[in-house]
């Protein structure tokens, strides 16, 4: 067979959606690749290299054959007794599958001793064997191409119209993430004749806009593709090299002014940005400093989200009146750049005063009312609906964990809570609610304590985020969320599949993660009945199916965590409704689980589960008069032995050490099953037996249920 050579793709290209870049270019170039080793056109070595540019998608394949190996095809075709008569000629039925696969029946008598069989006596089959010539790469790139624009994930597909190239006149309609204005396609140095989205492939393609060294660029070999591109087009064709290049270039200038650059700990920017540049050049921009009076977030958001801008933070971690600017041109005088840059981000700034300077003219007690005019749900009524129950929910809660004085701080917040709806700012800005909304309870001179619960009603907002700061704030942000949860499940808004409007499933880890890393002592159960009562006749009052999809969110959750399937089955199968004790229960299991009798108690806990699942309605009461064989009455001996340690250590929250009591009855049990018919005639004796085992199941299943660790 030939060697191999590196093949490179590329779809030149009108100005790729930013936010998709890297997506599409991975996309692009993972699926030419496939569709090529299917074909068996591409070694088992081969690397592939996806490049993507505001303008471009391309892919480098290395060990790239020029035509695939022929395959040799075996093809059942049926009984010899079928395909054969009596002196070995072919049937017309064996003529005529022979013809539909495109045999050479020039001379049938030959065509059919050629045929393989297979089987002994009468039941040997007939098999064609024959040798399909493998790909091309010329057909099987323009099939893999197709294959690949088809399946990129197009945010949003655009059409666009094509100058016929045939005899008559018109124009064809073509679909694609943008219009297309040149393709390349070199296996080595040589052209791979291809056509797509109205382009035939060639081996040149365009640079930077302004800055390429010349026009067209021309592409030699597939090989040299980068650094061509970089050399003659003033192009980083890699989507993560012109990332690192960035993130390097900002480092390096807010190094030498003193700071650090705020936004590399944002990803998505940073991802944005790439997607932007061809050649990325940081320059150093500033804005007038009595715009610092402003709250910090608010200039951040602005800079970050309207202008792509990388605003820096001083020593102190406050932001300072410097900020960087991704430029995609590299001029001698940068002036004319920064300076267009600084008028730009300017009117934004002002704006930004202005609303903080309008918004404090007026209290969030103010804007309270306002919230009855503000739709939350059809179903569930306005914002201010939703706030009164929310201040229902929070006090209930803030009784429980701290009395009169919580649940009035509690009712205080949660009145406040979403009054910064009503701001300018947070119109503008909506990701600045709650943030606004403690900037302006401090202006109000409402302390600390009720404006960091106001910030932090909505945490966690996202995976790892920080939990509330203050009791108030958990109170509040529980309420909150249990409101949501609770309305929702309510009306029948559940989630399904990816789609979870409300945040739900968010919102339930929420719940899950205050109560569990916060170690509060309440009740999942208790708290979901608490919430309900507020919404009057608006819901359903069921919550079992809301309960559900909470300890379904804390079975991931836990998955994530490292926990076995089984260590977590064996929890939560009790639906424990302190979900702060889960994590000492997992730990006891798991010590349990390491111990030497574990694995028999286990499979005796399954057993003894299986026998009282035919005797549901059992009375775990035990007459010591009706223990007639020896091994019944040992096993009640240690019960009566065991259990009021185990009970103490469960009710002290000892889990490890209670179950660690349970494994001394090992012994016992097992004799008892050796030794012991359950399932007894007389049915006095019977009852009784299945009384033991029921007390027996009740004492050891009070931390997890042990049968879910059995193999």
């Given at each position: 067979?030939?060697?191999?050579?590196?093949?490179?793709?590329?779809?030149?290209?009108?100005?790729?959606?930013?936010?998709?870049?890297?997506?599409?270019?991975?996309?692009?170039?993972?699926?030419?690749?496939?569709?090529?080793?299917?074909?068996?056109?591409?070694?088992?070595?081969?690397?592939?290299t996806a490049y993507a540019t505001p303008r471009r998608l391309a892919a480098h394949i290395t060990q790239v054959w020029r035509k695939a190996a022929d395959k040799t095809v075996q093809q059942k075709l049926m009984p010899v007794s079928v395909g054969l008569d009596a002196s070995g000629?072919?049937?017309?039925?064996?003529?005529?599958?022979?013809?539909?696969?495109?045999?050479?029946?020039?001379?049938?008598?030959?065509?059919?001793?050629?045929?393989?069989?297979?089987?002994?006596?009468?039941?040997?089959?007939?098999?064609?064997?024959?040798?399909?010539?493998?790909?091309?790469?010329?057909?099987?790139?323009?099939?893999?191409?197709?294959?690949?624009?088809?399946?990129?994930?197009?945010?949003?597909?655009?059409?666009?119209?094509?100058?016929?190239?045939?005899?008559?006149?018109?124009?064809?309609?073509?679909?694609?993430?943008?219009?297309?204005?040149?393709?390349?396609?070199?296996?080595?140095s040589a052209v791979v004749p291809v056509k797509i989205l109205g382009l035939t492939a060639g081996n040149t393609t365009q640079g930077h806009r302004f800055e390429a060294a010349c026009s067209p660029v021309l592409i030699a070999q597939a090989d040299d593709y980068a650094a061509t591109?970089?050399?003659?087009?003033?192009?980083?064709?890699?989507?993560?090299?012109?990332?690192?290049?960035?993130?390097?270039?900002?480092?390096?200038?807010?190094?030498?002014?003193?700071?650090?650059?705020?936004?590399?700990?944002?990803?998505?920017?940073?991802?944005?940005?790439?997607?932007?540049?061809?050649?990325?050049?940081?320059?150093?921009?500033?804005?007038?400093?009595?715009?610092?009076?402003?709250?910090?977030?608010?200039?951040?958001?602005?800079?970050?989200?309207?202008?792509?801008?990388?605003?820096?933070?001083?020593?102190?971690?406050?932001?300072?009146?410097?900020?960087?600017?991704?430029?995609?041109?590299?001029?001698?005088?940068?002036?004319?750049?920064?300076?267009?840059?600084?008028?730009?981000?300017?009117?934004?700034?002002?704006?930004?005063?202005?609303?903080?300077?309008?918004?404090?003219?007026?209290?969030?007690?103010?804007?309270?009312?306002?919230?009855?005019?503000?739709?939350?749900?059809?179903?569930?009524?306005?914002?201010?609906?939703?706030?009164?129950?929310?201040?229902?929910?929070?006090?209930?809660?803030?009784?429980?964990?701290?009395?009169?004085?919580?649940?009035?701080?509690?009712?205080?917040?949660?009145?406040?809570?979403?009054?910064?709806?009503?701001?300018?700012?947070?119109?503008?800005?909506?990701?600045?609610?709650?943030?606004?909304?403690?900037?302006?309870?401090?202006?109000?001179?409402?302390?600390?304590?009720?404006?960091?619960?106001?910030?932090?009603?909505?945490?966690?907002?996202?995976?790892?985020?920080?939990?509330?700061?203050?009791?108030?704030?958990?109170?509040?942000?529980?309420?909150?969320?249990?409101?949501?949860?609770?309305?929702?499940?309510?009306?029948?808004?559940?989630?399904?599949?990816?789609?979870?409007?409300?945040?739900?499933?968010?919102?339930?880890?929420?719940?899950?993660?205050?109560?569990?890393?916060?170690?509060?002592?309440?009740?999942?159960?208790?708290?979901?009945?608490?919430?309900?009562?507020?919404?009057?006749?608006?819901?359903?009052?069921?919550?079992?199916?809301?309960?559900?999809?909470?300890?379904?969110?804390?079975?991931?959750?836990?998955?994530?965590?490292?926990?076995?399937?089984?260590?977590?089955?064996?929890?939560?199968?009790?639906?424990?409704?302190?979900?702060?004790?889960?994590?000492?229960?997992?730990?006891?299991?798991?010590?349990?689980?390491?111990?030497?009798?574990?694995?028999?108690?286990?499979?005796?806990?399954?057993?003894?589960?299986?026998?009282?699942?035919?005797?549901?309605?059992?009375?775990?009461?035990?007459?010591?008069?009706?223990?007639?064989?020896?091994?019944?009455?040992?096993?009640?001996?240690?019960?009566?032995?065991?259990?009021?340690?185990?009970?103490?250590?469960?009710?002290?929250?000892?889990?490890?050490?209670?179950?660690?009591?349970?494994?001394?009855?090992?012994?016992?049990?097992?004799?008892?099953?050796?030794?012991?018919?359950?399932?007894?005639?007389?049915?006095?004796?019977?009852?009784?037996?299945?009384?033991?085992?029921?007390?027996?199941?009740?004492?050891?299943?009070?931390?997890?249920?042990?049968?879910?660790?059995?193999?």
């Amino acid at each position: 067979m030939m060697t191999t050579q590196s093949l490179l793709v590329e779809l030149f290209v009108e100005e790729l959606p930013p936010k998709a870049l890297k997506k599409l270019g991975d996309a692009f170039a993972s699926e030419l690749a496939a569709q090529l080793r299917v074909q068996g056109l591409v070694s088992a070595e081969s690397v592939v290299t996806a490049y993507a540019t505001p303008r471009r998608l391309a892919a480098h394949i290395t060990q790239v054959w020029r035509k695939a190996a022929d395959k040799t095809v075996q093809q059942k075709l049926m009984p010899v007794s079928v395909g054969l008569d009596a002196s070995g000629k072919a049937t017309p039925a064996l003529l005529k599958k022979l013809q539909a696969l495109g045999a050479d029946l020039t001379d049938p008598v030959a065509a059919a001793a050629a045929l393989r069989k297979e089987g002994d006596g009468k039941n040997q089959t007939l098999f064609y064997d024959s040798l399909v010539s493998g790909a091309t790469l010329d057909s099987g790139l323009q099939e893999a191409l197709q294959q690949a624009i088809e399946r990129l994930p197009i945010p949003k597909v655009m059409s666009y119209q094509l100058e016929s190239d045939c005899e008559l006149p018109g124009w064809t309609s073509v679909q694609f993430v943008r219009p297309a204005h040149g393709l390349v396609a070199l296996h080595g140095s040589a052209v791979v004749p291809v056509k797509i989205l109205g382009l035939t492939a060639g081996n040149t393609t365009q640079g930077h806009r302004f800055e390429a060294a010349c026009s067209p660029v021309l592409i030699a070999q597939a090989d040299d593709y980068a650094a061509t591109l970089e050399r003659d087009g003033a192009v980083i064709a890699s989507f993560s090299e012109r990332r690192a290049e960035i993130v390097r270039q900002l480092a390096t200038a807010a190094s030498k002014l003193g700071g650090r650059v705020k936004a590399i700990e944002d990803e998505a920017l940073l991802d944005e940005v790439t997607g932007l540049v061809e050649r990325p050049n940081v320059l150093v921009c500033a804005f007038e400093p009595e715009f610092l009076d402003v709250p910090q977030e608010c200039l951040i958001l602005t800079m970050k989200a309207n202008q792509k801008y990388f605003p820096l933070l001083d020593a102190n971690a406050r932001l300072s009146n410097r900020f960087l600017v991704v430029s995609n041109i590299s001029p001698t005088d940068t002036s004319a750049v920064v300076g267009g840059n600084e008028r730009v981000v300017r009117p934004r700034l002002a704006d930004a005063k202005f609303f903080f300077d309008q918004d404090r003219k007026k209290t969030l007690e103010s804007r309270v009312s306002g919230l009855d005019k503000v739709v939350y749900h059809n179903k569930l009524g306005s914002q201010g609906e939703r706030m009164q129950r929310v201040r229902a929910i929070a006090m209930a809660i803030g009784q429980q964990l701290g009395g009169p004085e919580l649940a009035q701080q509690a009712d205080r917040a949660a009145r406040l809570a979403k009054a910064d709806l009503l701001t300018d700012m947070v119109g503008e800005f909506p990701e600045l609610q709650g943030t606004m909304g403690a900037y302006y309870a401090r202006h109000d001179g409402l302390g600390d304590e009720v404006a960091s619960a106001i910030e932090d009603h909505y945490k966690p907002r996202f995976s790892g985020d920080e939990l509330p700061r203050n009791s108030t704030g958990v109170v509040v942000a529980l309420a909150d969320k249990l409101e949501t949860l609770v309305g929702m499940f309510g009306i029948g808004n559940l989630p399904s599949g990816d789609k979870d409007p409300f945040a739900l499933r968010r919102h339930a880890l929420g719940v899950i993660r205050m109560l569990v890393e916060k170690d509060l002592p309440l009740d999942l159960g208790t708290l979901l009945a608490q919430a309900s009562p507020a919404f009057g006749e608006k819901i359903d009052a069921n919550l079992a199916p809301l309960s559900e999809f909470v300890f379904d969110r804390l079975s991931g959750a836990l998955r994530e965590q490292g926990y076995s399937a089984k260590e977590i089955d064996a929890v939560l199968a009790l639906q424990p409704q302190r979900l702060n004790d889960v994590p000492k229960r997992l730990a006891a299991v798991r010590a349990f689980a390491a111990l030497p009798e574990a694995a028999a108690l286990a499979a005796a806990n399954k057993r003894i589960g299986n026998i009282l699942k035919k005797a549901p309605a059992v009375d775990p009461h035990v007459s010591e008069v009706l223990l007639r064989e020896t091994a019944e009455i040992a096993l009640y001996a240690a019960i009566k032995k065991v259990l009021p340690s185990a009970n103490a250590q469960f009710e002290s929250g000892d889990y490890s050490d209670s179950l660690r009591t349970l494994a001394d009855l090992r012994a016992p049990v097992d004799d008892f099953f050796d030794g012991v018919m359950v399932n007894a005639e007389e049915l006095d004796l019977r009852l009784n037996r299945q009384g033991l085992l029921k007390s027996l199941h009740e004492a050891m299943n009070r931390v997890a249920d042990l049968s879910k660790l059995a193999s």
